[in-house]
């Protein structure tokens, strides 16, 4: 079974510029979360959607945008860039486990570098 | 806010020295997870533990979760130097996750 990608694996922008990333979750899983990694802050989560639907948010601004397509292919958008956005950027599909919690498998992650 | 809090931060051992990493939380979780991290790369899933109390064992590493299900620690026999990365622990509030800060293991030859 493919794991989740992600695309692009690496991305460099510019300020106020605006990007977006794409996720494949693995088949058959429908929730899709993505989080930001950087040094400093570890990894906080942005969103989750589950059957097209946005069931969970983070704390970030506006500018900080998703959707998931009917295939449960999703994709974030981050509009006016600043350079604090630049960060590893990483998409994780979940299930439901036999005992009942859920567990996340995580894509390689898009880097994206904001100059 | 539920907070997961991961200690040490920052870990460097000799290869074939045991160590203990720990995650503890005030709050109560239905499933937690347990993730290894490599610079640049996604975190990958070492382990699930969903019962109070459970022990878990991959090879040279133990898992337990805390008979509250709020802490958890992992615990690594003889490590290796294949063993370096980024250590993560991740609390399941049905399908909100929320991670520690990570321990950071290096594992000299």
């Known amino acids: 079974k493919a794991g989740v990608t992600q695309t692009p694996r690496y991305l460099i922008k510019t300020r106020g510029q605006q990007v977006t990333l794409s996720c494949s979750p693995i088949s058959g899983h429908r929730s899709v979360s993505w989080y930001q990694q950087t040094p400093g802050q570890g990894l906080q989560f942005l969103f989750e959607?589950?059957?097209?639907?946005?069931?969970n948010k983070g704390n970030f601004p506006g500018r900080f945008s998703g959707r998931q397509f009917s295939n449960s292919r999703s994709e974030m958008n981050v509009s006016t860039l600043e350079l604090g956005d630049s960060a590893l950027y990483l998409c994780a599909s979940s299930r439901l486990t036999s005992g009942g919690g859920y567990e996340q498998f995580f894509g390689p992650g898009t880097r994206l570098t904001v100059l | 806010t539920q907070l997961l809090e991961q200690s040490p931060q920052f870990l460097s051992i000799q290869e074939g020295e045991n160590l203990t990493v720990y995650c503890n939380s005030s709050s109560v979780f239905s499933s937690l997870q347990w993730y290894r991290q490599e610079p640049g790369e996604g975190p990958v899933l070492l382990v699930t533990?969903?019962?109070?109390?459970e022990v878990k064992k991959l090879k040279r590493l133990t898992f337990q979760f805390g008979d509250a299900r709020k802490d958890s620690s992992l615990h690594i026999t003889a490590a290796q130097p294949g063993d370096t990365g980024l250590y993560l622990c991740a609390g399941d509030d049905f399908n909100k996750f929320y991670f520690g800060s990570g321990t950071k293991l290096n594992v000299k030859p």
């Open positions: 533990v969903v019962t109070g109390g």
């Open positions: 959607y589950f059957s097209e639907t946005q069931r």
